[in-house]
């Protein structure tokens, strides 16, 4: 991959929780779930995307599991913490926004996998961002995405509250907090029984203004979730959208998606 600048951003600037020590997956975290994601199809030879790629351990489990992988993420800051974390994979992070990925030239990628990214952009944007994703297939090409399960209210109201804590108070009070409260019960609140590292990851970093939900329109495409160390079936749900999902997409339009319905 060798990205190019996009022309002017048409899509406003996104909040993201862009830390990067001390919230980062081991790789062999990201090695179990990219395996048990991609429901154990071969890796080996096929040219991957990571979207959201965070700080880098998904790039690098899915070059030990023998992929051509690249990554993108929209916080710079992750970016370069892949890169310095991953200095042999330098050349294979860059930056750019799923909801823009037109500046990552032609459409050749086998697969694009994109966990647990697209809650942080307007559900109104998930099918155009996930028909941009397709576009960067080829004819055999798979985009795999997961997203959250819409989540009771209580939850999501907990949720908008905690996007209101400034970041770095939410990072060094309140997210400590949250993970000491949900660690014992993490079995029962997230349906696997998870490290405290793990627990810190994905249930603090998550609760950083979301949206829940999936759209409707692509249950067709619904593929089973396998527990694994950092994903639960009972929270989650993954998509295989074939690279010829983009055409039944209106380039530029929304498609519907803002109808996310519940499970
Ligand atoms: C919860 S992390 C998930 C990271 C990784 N995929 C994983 O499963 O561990 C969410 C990531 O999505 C990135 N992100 C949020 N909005 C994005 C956007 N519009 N385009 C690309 N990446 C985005 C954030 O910067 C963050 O690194």
Redesign the pocket.
């Known amino acids: 991959m060798s990205p190019r600048r996009a022309g002017p951003s048409i899509?406003p600037p996104?909040r993201?929780?862009?830390r990067t020590s001390g919230f980062e997956?081991s790789v062999a975290t990201?090695r179990d779930?990219m395996e048990k994601f991609t429901s154990h199809r071969p890796l080996a030879g096929l040219k991957v995307l990571?979207?959201?790629?965070?700080?880098g351990?998904?790039v690098r489990a899915l070059t030990d599991l023998g992929a051509d992988a690249f990554g993108?993420?929209?916080?710079q800051r992750?970016v370069e913490h892949a890169k310095r974390r991953f200095p042999e994979l330098a050349d294979r992070y860059a930056q750019?926004?799923?909801?823009n990925l037109t500046g990552l030239g032609e459409a050749d990628f086998d697969l694009v996998?994109?966990?647990?990214?697209?809650p942080?952009?307007p559900s109104s944007t998930w099918l155009a961002?996930l028909a941009g994703m397709a576009r960067l297939c080829n004819a055999r090409g798979e985009v795999r995405v997961?997203l959250q399960r819409e989540k009771p209210l209580a939850l999501t109201l907990a949720v908008r509250g905690l996007s209101r804590i400034p970041e770095p108070l939410y990072a060094r009070v309140a997210a400590p907090v949250v993970t000491a409260g949900v660690w014992p019960l993490s079995r029962w609140l997230l349906g696997a029984q998870m490290r405290p590292a793990e627990v810190h990851?994905?249930v603090s970093?998550?609760l950083y203004g979301l949206t829940f939900g999936v759209p409707g329109e692509l249950l067709p495409f619904e593929v089973p979730v396998e527990a694994s160390a950092?994903?639960s079936p009972a929270l989650s749900r993954a998509f295989a959208l074939p690279a010829g999902f983009a055409s039944t997409i209106p380039i530029g339009g929304a498609g519907g998606a803002g109808r996310a319905r519940s499970s």
């Open positions: 899509v996104v993201v929780f862009n997956l990201a779930m990571d979207v959201g790629c965070r700080n351990e998904s993108v993420d929209v916080a992750c750019a926004d799923l909801r996998t994109c966990v647990g990214v697209l942080y952009t961002s997961l990851y994905r970093l998550s950092y994903v």
